[in-house]
Every structure is written in C-alpha cells, then in structure tokens.
C-alpha cells in the first residue's frame, strides 16, 4: 500500500512466507497480478531472492517451493534472474495476455495455445543457452545458483535480496526502486498516454541510450568520410 514502503514490504512477505511454510504449506506463490491502483508492485527478482535467503536463514527452504506469478518475466534473461535467485517455477502471465492479445487483433497468426508453446520453447532455448556458458547442463543445478553479479545496487538491497552475490559499484537503494515504481505507476494508470516503451530494444529519442545510437553512427560515418 501506499503506507507501506518496499523495504518494508519485502520483509513482511519474507515472514508471512516462513509462517506459511511453518504452518505445513509447500508451495509459496509470490504474484505481482491484479495490482490495483494506489498500490505498488514489488519486483520479482527482489521478492524472490528475499523469500529465498530467509526461507535458508530460518532452515525452511527445503520444506517448500517457490512459485513466482509474475508479468517481470518476458525473455531468457530474465526467467534465468527468478531462476538463479531461487525460484522453482515461473508463471510469466503477462507474456501469455500479450501473446492472446495479439492473436485476437489478428496481429499474430495461429492459435493461442500453439503461440504460447512457441513462447515457452523459445525461452527454454534462451535459458539453454544462457546454461551452457556456465557449463551448466540442467535448470536444478542452477537454480538458486546466483552466477550473477550486481551493478547500481546498494548494499543493503543486495544484503536482503541477493545476499552473496558481487556488488562492487553502490548504487540504488529501496527508496530509489520505490521512486522508479511511483513514476511507472504514473504513466501505467494514465489513459491519456499510450505505455511507453523505453527504448531497451530499439532507439527511442529521449529513452534508454544505446552503444550504437544515431549519433554515434552519424559520427563514425563523419569520420570515415573526412578520413
């Protein structure tokens, strides 16, 4: 809520899952659906590392899975992040509305079921991939793995969240994530404004700098013509 900050809330979520695993549950489900206006969602991969580290902290982990409900999860990289900081399955909800999404607009031919197993393979053989040059040969050996290394994150988020793990450049606090929550939730409930891309695929004026943006092109273009 909006009284409650996401440090905070991120530890509340840590003990209401070990009170679930005492109280005899082994499936603890971490979701991010159905966020309604006025609240914020806590991100996945801190949510799940947090629940990770104090499930181990307490002496519960191995009496329960984690099941992560999450829109966070859309390409190979980031089902390979909910995976080596502890979660046993994901459910990318998100990905599959889209997926539905675009077939109902005739944007994406074929039906929903075979463009959802389209999505899974293609994820399977990111994450296959993203294994092998770890000399990894199965999800269970590296889940939970950690073979990540933290940059732009203070201490204390990596300490709560991703406890082990490389952190040599400080960076955002919880605070900081909170503010970048606020002002996504901003653009997310306008109905003014379509939902902003970003720019982390391709160039967009003004978004997410690339090494290759225009003006570096037309630079090295300048160059290559003037000798």
């Known amino acids: ?3 409650e900050g996401l440090q905070a809330a991120i530890t509340r979520i840590c003990e209401e899952s070990a009170q679930a695993v005492r109280d005899g549950k082994t499936l603890i489900v971490l979701t991010d659906k159905n966020i309604r206006q006025g609240y914020l969602p806590a991100n996945a991969a801190l949510a799940t590392g947090a629940v990770h580290h104090h499930l181990i902290k307490t002496g519960l982990r191995t009496d ?5 409900e999450t829109g966070f999860a859309r390409d190979p990289h980031q089902f390979a992040v909910l995976l080596g900081f502890g979660a046993t399955a994901i459910y990318p909800y998100l990905a599959y509305d889209v ?5 109902a607009k005739g944007e994406l031919l074929g039906d929903p079921i075979h463009a959802q197993a389209n999505f899974r393979k293609g994820i399977e053989k990111g994450l296959l991939k993203v294994l092998s040059k770890m000399g990894i040969s199965t999800v269970a050996s590296y889940r939970g793995g950690q073979l990540f290394e933290a940059v732009g994150l203070s201490s204390e988020v ?3 969240c991703f ?8 960076g955002a606090t ?18 003014r404004k379509p939902i902003d ?8 004026f003004g978004k997410e700098y690339h090494a ?5 092109i037309n630079s090295l273009h300048k160059a290559v013509r003037s000798g």
Not at 64 to 68: L, P, T, Y
Not at 163 to 170: F, M, T
Not at 174 to 191: G, I, M, P, R, Y
Not at 197 to 204: A, P
């Open 99 to 103: 997926i539905n999404d675009l077939i």
């Open 212 to 216: 290759f943006n225009p003006d570096v």
């Open 64 to 68: 329960a899975n984690i099941m992560v």
């Open 174 to 191: 919880f605070v900081d994530l909170e503010n970048d929550q606020k002002k996504l939730a901003v653009t997310a409930w306008s109905n």
């Open 158 to 160: 990596v300490d709560q």
């Open 197 to 204: 891309q970003g720019g982390l695929l391709k160039f967009v």
């Open 163 to 170: 406890l082990g793990v490389p952190s040599r450049i400080q």
């Open 1 to 3: 809520a909006e009284t």
